[in-house]
């Protein structure tokens, strides 16, 4: 295996004194228990008396209900409960999302089942419990509500207008949040700039896929007043505290566990109405409820993300330097904020980021988030980099083409010079250490870039027009308290772990942060083994559980390897030094005389093996009368890690897109995609690879295939997988992936997160990919996701 370098070539310091794993390419640890079927999933859970409860939702966006007749169902075979919002509201909380440092943001209250109004279609309204899922949804049948369609906000761009009906009158109007940004001078460099473009860009909805769906069993034990809650979920303390808060509960009286998770991409990282109903009802009952959302209501109560529509522009003098960004983002998140991270995050992100790899100095932006009749959005994978970066690279090449210059030279022109930072963004987001010049000159090599242009050349005269585009992107992983803290939502910045040696000599590591598919778990391990010094296959995981693990954010953000990796890091290093106190103690010689090396104690003048593992944690737990009064065998150590040095730790990297366009067909083939990545230190090649592949094929999945599409009476027009269309493999290209290290250093780990960044970059590498393509033929297309009709309807064709 090659050795990691940095930016400037050198070789990485190891960060332990052993180090065997971390950097290597292990297979991911406890895979072969989920390759033989043994994981745990929600669904395969099963408690005595366990009910299954249903859900009928609004059929329409908008409606006054009415009275709601449950005589006829009560009486089917099975039915436990029935239970309206009415009544679900004496036990739980109704809940507003807003954050307090979004100054302005302001949000209706929400209830775990609605009550007057329902305001979208999907939102849940009648619960009914039954003995098992059959009988739930036989009696579901004969629910007969009396509704009143009211008048539903569909479009975004009307939501604002005078004569446009407001969702929830007590707010005055369909604004959730405004904000606006303007650095420099903007007007004066647009009017003397000696080129200006601009463009129109468009993101259709599109929603996470995930192979398991959302689901939860909640269990309340009333004998001692304890709800247990085992959930799909990322965020297991944040649930927590949530059920808390809303049930009027303790922390002590609530214990969540999230076991195995079949993918999340921030579908499960939010707190939905059904999930506080389902809790609700298992309370009322005294007895386990279970929830599984079926395929066909994941599409409308599962969260949405990426609806926008954005006017930008760019400014650049004839020499190729970028002067100045401007955009106008307006985007529709539903009639609520979500709880508790809130809806205006994306929008807000996209203000942050736009432009964000570019050392211009004017700069932009205005920012209408806008209530509307369709189901909620919020975070979902990139939140909100995917969308400013397409912008930011789409209007790059606009401006590239107006100067007749080589794209790939415009953005090596312009790009915050590596040896610039630490500095601040144009709008104000601090940097500390980026790679972008770096990562320029390895995607060129890699991709024969002067090779691809003679070769696109040669084709285009013979009637075949294949386009090569650029995303040059900045990711923000590890937050700070800043991030959520200090808007009032209880969601924890820092992660805790735990590590335990065994009295086998076994060591096992306890983490909130959990697994979803990303190979956290891995990770965990290698770093582990080498911190503590022990072969990995004596390492054991243990993630997800409120009562054994310590306090944390858990999964988000792309936070695993940099803020959860940090605490087990810090961990293991803690319990290597109680170790060899304790085989001090036993030895009577100083620790400092002594190491760790593969399980082992050793001299450390002779390299001679004194003691395993083994045999310290069986004098340790079984023999403390051996050795010397007051002294305390540590065998198990808790540390925890919280990123402060910086608002987020960002992460930065290039991606490029080939594609060819059949311009009497619109068809787009993806040939060839390539990423060059910087997350700090990589601990896991293999796995890094296998997350930034799967990241560019969700978001080529946004920018060609994936949309929810309404009617004008804000009905979802494809809410099934045969008509809502994902990528699948025998559409992608092959990815190439390379890395450039450049650790961060506000960790001892140096790691930065890997998990969103392809697909901040995949969108705006293909969309500047097919618009290279048409450029002989005048066209371009900046509306996403670009269909064959959008591409036939730029080249005058339909």
């Known amino acids: 295996m090659n050795k990691p370098v940095d930016l400037k070539g050198l070789v990485l310091d190891p960060v332990t004194n052993d180090q065997r794993y971390i950097g290597s390419s292990e297979p991911r640890h406890g895979a072969r228990r989920l390759i033989e079927g043994q994981g745990t999933y929600v669904d395969d859970i ?92 036989d009696a579901l049948q004969f629910i007969d509500v009396e509704w009143e369609e009211l008048p539903a906000v569909v479009s975004m761009e009307t939501a604002l207008d005078a004569d446009t009906p407001v969702i929830h009158p007590e707010l005055g109007d369909n604004l959730c949040f405004t904000r606006t940004l303007d650095v420099g001078q903007v007007d004066e460099v647009f009017a003397t700039a000696d080129i200006v473009a601009e463009a129109t860009f468009g993101f259709g909805r599109h ?60 579908i499960k990282v939010h707190a939905y109405p059904d999930d506080f109903a389902t809790v609700g009802l298992a309370m009322m009952l005294e007895r386990p409820v279970k929830f599984v959302a079926d395929r066909l209501e994941s599409f409308t109560s599962d969260i949405h993300a990426r609806e926008h529509r954005i006017k930008g522009r760019i400014a650049a003098n004839k020499e190729g330097d970028l002067l100045a960004f401007e955009i106008d983002d307006l985007t529709a998140i539903g009639p609520y904020s979500m709880f508790p991270r809130t809806s205006a995050i994306e929008g807000n992100q996209v203000v942050n980021l736009v432009g964000g790899p570019y050392k211009h100095q004017n700069y932009r932006a205005k920012l209408n988030v806008v209530f509307q009749n369709k189901t909620p959005t919020c975070q979902y994978r990139g939140v909100g980099h995917p969308i400013a970066c397409a912008v930011t690279e789409g209007l790059v090449d606009l401006a590239a083409q107006k100067l007749n210059m080589d794209p790939l030279e415009f953005r090596k022109r312009n790009v915050i010079p590596d040896d610039a930072y630490p500095c601040s963004g144009i709008s104000g987001i601090k940097l500390e250490v980026l790679s972008h010049e770096q990562c320029l000159r390895t995607i060129e090599k890699m991709m024969d870039y002067s090779a691809l242009r003679k070769e696109q050349a040669e084709l285009r005269k013979k009637g075949i027009y294949r386009g090569i585009g650029f995303a040059t992107l900045i990711e923000l992983t590890n937050p700070s308290p800043a991030f959520y803290g200090v808007g009032g939502a209880r969601i924890a910045s820092q992660d805790g772990a735990s590590a335990r040696l065994d009295p086998s000599g076994v060591v096992s590591i306890l983490i909130g942060v959990g697994e979803q598919g990303q190979g956290t778990e891995g990770i965990y391990a ?48 803690a319990l290597q030094e109680n170790i060899l106190k304790l085989a001090g103690a036993i030895l009577s010689r100083s620790p400092e005389e002594l190491s760790v090396r593969r399980g082992h104690v050793l001299d450390k003048a002779s390299g001679e093996q004194l003691l395993p593992f083994s045999e310290i944690g069986r004098i340790g737990y079984f023999r403390t009368d051996t050795l010397p009064v007051g002294f305390s065998a540590d065998l198990m150590v808790t540390r925890h890690y919280t990123q402060k040095d910086y608002p987020f730790i960002f992460t930065n990297g290039v991606q ?36 930034v592949r799967g990241a560019i094929v969700q978001g080529i999945g946004g920018v060609l295939f994936e949309e929810c599409i309404y009617d004008e009476s804000g009905l979802l027009r494809n809410g099934s997988m045969a008509d809502y269309l994902v990528p699948m493999a025998n559409e992608m290209p092959d990815i190439e992936v390379a890395h450039v290290e450049t650790p961060t250093q506000s960790s001892k780990l140096g790691a930065k997160g890997a998990g969103e960044a392809g697909t901040a970059g995949a969108p705006g590498a293909v969309q500047n990919a097919i618009n290279d393509a048409l450029v002989p033929l005048n066209a371009a297309v900046f509306d996403q996701p670009i269909t064959c009709e959008k591409i036939l309807k730029a080249l005058g064709k339909v």
Not at 541 to 569: F, H, K, M, N
Not at 666 to 689: Q, S
């Open 526 to 573: 290698q770093i582990a083994a080498d911190a503590v010094g022990l072969s990995i296959k004596d390492v054991r995981i243990i993630t997800g559980d409120t009562d054994v693990t310590p306090y944390g954010g858990g999964t988000w953000a792309s936070r695993g390897a940099g803020v959860g990796g940090e605490a087990v890091l810090l961990a293991c290093q």
């Open 46 to 137: 099963q408690l005595p008396r366990m009910g299954h409860v249903v859900y009928w939702r609004s059929p329409v966006a908008h409606m006054k209900i009415g009275k709601i007749h449950t005589e006829q169902a009560g009486k089917m075979p099975g039915v436990l409960a029935i239970v309206d919002g009415v009544k679900m509201a004496e036990l739980c909380k109704p809940w507003v999302a807003t954050l307090g440092h979004l100054a302005g943001m302001k949000s209706a209250p929400q209830y775990a089942l609605a009550i007057d109004r329902a305001c979208w279609q999907g939102e849940p309204v009648v619960a009914v419990v039954a003995e098992t899922r059959a009988q739930a949804e």
């Open 207 to 266: 929603t996470g896929v995930t192979l398991e769906p959302r689901c939860q069993i909640a269990d309340y034990n009333p004998g001692d007043r304890r709800l247990t809650v085992y959930h799909s979920q990322q965020a297991p303390h944040m649930m927590q505290d949530l059920y808390c808060r809303q049930f009027g509960l303790s922390e002590s009286d609530v214990h969540v566990i999230c076991k195995d998770v079949g993918g999340s991409f921030g």
């Open 656 to 691: 490029a897109s080939y594609v060819e366009v059949d311009p009497d067909t619109g068809f787009v083939k993806l040939l060839k995609h390539w990423a060059v990545e910087d997350c700090g230190r990589v601990l896991n090649p293999m796995l890094v690879d296998e997350q």
